[in-house]
């Protein structure tokens, strides 16, 4: 079943792609998993593939939240793969992005700001003080704003709603949909921006059975089926699929002593026999 979709910030993208990989040819090399062992793993040259076709040999600016020590890593991973891609890179705090009447973003040397990745949410950026640039700007941004609408848990409700009864989707309503009680008393509620697992609950029988705080739920609520994760042993592992311009090309598993995802979730590999 598809639990949620995020089209926006990939992190734990450094540990998917190579990582994992690593693991998968030490523990080959150490004869912990046979010779024949394989991992469903193209990401890092999926990646490469396509910043060399949409980069067509332009800089390329990278920002975030540098001081971020994941999302700093996530940067320099990226980064990585454009620079073998042949592109040439540069990586900014969100904070040192400035604004040229003339010619719109810039870095701090006042280059322009051609092609970008921000490892930065869309609906924080719409909030901040350069917010209403985008819109005038000439940057082509990876992702591209459209992922907004895709990268909140308002798309499960707007999927079961063109898809209702589709085997990989669950039930999914806005939280002041009517329909929504036609879940019962057993249901996950999540805000419609959250990440990490923050704020979501997971209610069994009408009482929540897990829950995380967080900043987030102003925006408002949406109501989606409960679909447990198996329990091994204590553990719950949830399965990710990666997509790189939109063809899927990776998996990965993460796993929590709580039934919900969370910021401190244990990444694991895998490996295929």
Known sequence: KLLEYNSDTPTSIFEAAVFQWTWLEQAIERRILPGRADQYNSIHERLIERWRLIGKGRPLHLAGLTDAAEDAATLAYLADTATQAGLSTTILDMADIGWREAGGFVDLDNKDMALAFKLYPWE????DAFGAKLAIALTQWVEPPWKAVLSNKGILPLLWQMFEGHPNLLPAYFEDDPKAA?????????????REGANVSLVAEGIAVSEQDGPYGAEGFIRQALAPLPDFGGVFPVVGSWLVAHAPCGLSIREDETPITGNRSRFLPHAIL
Not at 182 to 194: D, E, M
């Open 124 to 127: 924080w950026m719409f909030q």
């Open 182 to 194: 036609s879940l019962g008393p057993s249901f996950v509620r999540k805000p419609i921006y959250s």
